[in-house]
């Protein structure tokens, strides 16, 4: 930012915050000790008049604000000022709503918002107004990769948007899975029967639209580049490649029927009349109406047994140990094929557990009206006899051994994802299945998208479900979860708005979800950098290369801005215009520590601004009060928090430092996937610094908080207070 800085402090009355504080102090700390040259106060800020007295400044220089009033989660777009460093004390949700109105508070209540008051003057001065990434791409063009279900509603509804549209299908005809299917489970009132896939008008949708241009026999050779400029070279069966540029991607490559032939027990591949459902939609399709008969003789089929969970649920190697989903209402819909076609005919879906999502129990009760049986057993074995198959099975109500004889057996198999190479292999499990590869990334982290579990490709199945952890790169459909047709559609939808916003984000410099419309971007100090390469390692996105003399190089337009990278650098060369080691150690340098005879310890709460500062505020709205004691930092990620932070609370006099992040692990909540993992590891090492300063381990704690937390993290923050006071203030006080 050029020229000189000129900061404004802007104290809101409004909400009860001009009855509760003695606004007139908080000016004047704004004044002498956060060294604001124009002070003002305002009956309510957020109004248009408060509005129009900061804009009159900023056009008068003010280059910088610190607003104290509400929450920095309240009334953002009014506070957001073009050009202008802007942060926010919040003085209501942090203070009035969580410390009681009684004369005995009034004290503590008006300290931490006078410390609020110096924290954000002191983080306006050390800001910068970011300009937007200069490196980016303006391609909106976004390319959909598979042609089925998933793919085609994407690239049907990107369209429909008004964006182009590249569609690349590995095989000679759109459609996929669905393709060979008879009819699909119902999706809409009154649930009662099986209905037209809709694939062909699907298809003919997609195949006439003017902004979709369709490539069959095609596959992903290799990508590379960024949002708004990924360079995609597509390898064709007929040798004719070509390279095109592309904005985002979604990867809605679909998913393969598990191999029944690790089915032994029952005798999968030893007889024709034991076959999968999609097998069954095969054998339908070919009747065209007439009856269905045995593969092996012919015959019109009487008795049809249909085994649920095969292969699935199961803890055996080689076997699925997750639920598919769609498996109970396709057995219940090819049960009504043989009923439908002749209700003479006996049919028994043996299950363990019946789910029928989408549907309710509608698409049940039309199965059990036309007198389809459903029992509860778990089938042990099915062997072929001289003229039928028989089927063994636990019965789980009489809780007693039972077989049922058929003419045909249908193995509810599940879905194994089409997801490519998973990162987490080894380099030899990594060549041995190159050929799989579904995008053939450049990144140094990986030829594909980064897996969670069983496979499925990562993304935060709570907050944002199409994201992964390749910026502008989204998966959709059963690559990234077990689904059926209708929310594989759901699913494709909500991937092709992502995908929009992707393109639209990466043309104007703004980062990616979470932080979208972030116009800053990781800088560092060359000079300074050690080469320690832990920022690129770190990096749970991909964004960090290196250069050929391995100093970092950062692509800005695959960065999400989280400050991962800055919280690895072990010498705080990383930094953001908005955001850096010296935002925020400017804030804990700011808070005015008591001395140790006070009796007023000070405690340190980072919060992560995805989860546990919005915990913090809802307590607020909930009145629900906490220590007048914690002084609250709103921190990107947990993964942003340098050690350094730590360090400097403890030697400024804090007497204990929390981490309140979001859940880690296999089923993380981190809204940057990693963050929380790599701050609880960093924690971790933190204990040696405290022996070396001669602090008590219980001094530095780390919880982690969700966003419905409201009524745990005040305890939470009252109970390291109280720690603090049952082991003493910190011997480090001035």
Not at 7 to 31: M, S
Not at 280 to 304: C, F, N, Q, W
């Amino acid at each position: 930012m050029a020229g000189e800085m000129k900061l404004g402090a802007y104290i809101c009355k409004g909400c009860g915050l001009g009855e509760r504080l003695d606004c007139a102090e908080l000016a004047k700390v704004a004044q002498k000790e956060g060294k604001a040259q124009v002070v003002r106060e305002h009956d309510f800020l957020c109004h248009a008049d408060g509005l129009a007295m900061i804009g009159n400044d900023i056009t008068a220089g003010v280059n910088q604000i610190a607003i104290a009033a509400c929450s920095r989660r309240a009334k953002a777009e009014a506070f957001t000022f073009d050009g202008v460093c802007v942060t926010r004390a919040n003085l209501r949700e942090g203070v009035i709503w969580v410390h009681p109105d009684t004369d005995d508070a009034r004290e503590t209540t008006q300290e931490a918002a006078a410390d609020y008051v110096r924290m954000a003057c002191a983080e306006a001065k050390a800001m910068r107004a970011p300009a937007g990434n200069p490196n980016r791409g303006g391609s909106k063009r976004i390319l959909v990769v598979g042609g089925g279900i998933s793919g085609l509603t994407a690239a049907r509804e990107v369209a429909a948007a008004g964006y182009e549209v590249l569609l690349v299908e590995k095989s000679d005809e759109l459609g996929g899975i669905a393709r060979h299917l008879y009819r699909r489970v119902p999706a809409k009132e009154p649930f009662t029967e099986p209905q037209e896939t809709g694939l062909a008008e699907l298809v003919n949708s997609v195949c006439s639209n003017p902004h979709i241009t369709t490539l069959i026999n095609s596959t992903i050779a290799q990508t590379s580049g960024a949002p708004g400029r990924f360079t995609v070279e597509i390898a064709s069966t007929g040798g004719n490649n070509r390279s095109e540029t592309v904005g985002a991607i979604i990867q809605a490559s679909g998913f393969t029927p598990y191999n029944a032939n690790a089915l032994t027990e029952f005798s999968y591949g030893r007889t024709l009349d034991v076959i999968d459902q999609l097998g069954l939609e095969k054998l339908v399709a070919a009747a065209d109406g007439a009856p269905i008969t045995r593969p092996s003789d012919g015959k019109p089929v009487k008795r049809v047994v249909f085994v649920q969970c095969a292969g699935q649920r199961s803890a055996d190697d080689g076997r699925l140990p997750y639920c598919s989903g769609y498996c109970c209402n396709t057995s219940i819909k090819q049960a009504m094929y043989f009923k439908d076609a002749d209700p003479a005919i006996d049919t028994t879906i043996i299950y363990s557990d019946l789910r029928t999502p989408g549907n309710g129990e509608d698409f049940y009760r039309s199965a059990q009206r036309k007198d389809i049986t459903f029992t509860k057993g778990k089938v042990s074995t099915v062997t072929p006899t001289a003229a039928a198959l028989k089927v063994d099975f636990k019965d789980l109500i009489l809780d007693q051994d039972a077989d049922i004889e058929a003419d045909l057996v249908v193995l509810a198999t599940g879905q194994v994802p089409n997801s490519g190479i998973d990162i987490e292999t080894s380099d030899e499990a990594q060549a041995a299945a190159a050929d799989k590869s579904i995008l053939n990334l450049t990144y140094r982290q990986g030829k594909d998208l980064p897996q969670l579990r069983y496979g499925f490709t990562d993304s935060h199945f709570i907050c944002f479900p199409y994201e992964t952890r390749r910026t502008g790169i989204y998966a959709c459909g059963p690559v990234r979860r077990p689904m059926d047709m209708a929310q594989a559609m759901d699913d494709a939808t909500g991937a092709a708005l992502k995908a929009i916003q992707a393109v639209e984000n990466a043309a104007a410099g703004r980062a990616a979800h979470p932080r979208a419309g972030d116009l800053s971007f990781p800088q560092y100090r060359r000079e300074g950098c050690t080469q320690c390469k832990r920022c690129t390692v770190e990096c749970p996105f991909g964004a960090i290369d290196e250069d050929e003399k391995r100093y970092p190089v950062f692509n800005e337009s695959r960065c999400r801005r989280c400050g991962t990278c800055m919280g690895a650098c072990p010498v705080r060369v990383i930094s953001f215009e908005n955001y850096s080691v010296d935002t925020v150690g400017a804030q804990i340098k700011a808070v005015d520590i008591p001395d140790e005879f006070s009796e007023k310890p000070r405690v340190l709460i980072l919060a992560c601004e995805n989860d546990a500062y919005p915990a913090l505020d809802m307590a607020g709205m909930n009145n629900q009060h906490y220590s007048a004691f914690a002084r609250i930092i709103p921190v990107r990620c947990l993964g942003s928090v340098n050690t350094i932070w730590i360090t400097d609370a403890l030697n400024s006099g804090y007497d204990a430092v929390a981490l309140m992040g979001c859940k880690h692990g296999i089923d993380y909540q981190c809204h940057f996937v990693k963050g929380s993992e790599l701050a609880t590891y960093r924690a971790s090492k933190v204990d040696d610094t405290l022996k070396q300063m001669n602090l008590e381990p219980e001094r530095v704690q780390l919880f982690e908080v969700a966003i419905t937390d409201a009524l745990r993290t005040p305890k939470l923050i009252d109970g390291l207070v109280a720690k603090v006071i049952e082991i003493g203030m910190s011997p480090l006080k001035f």
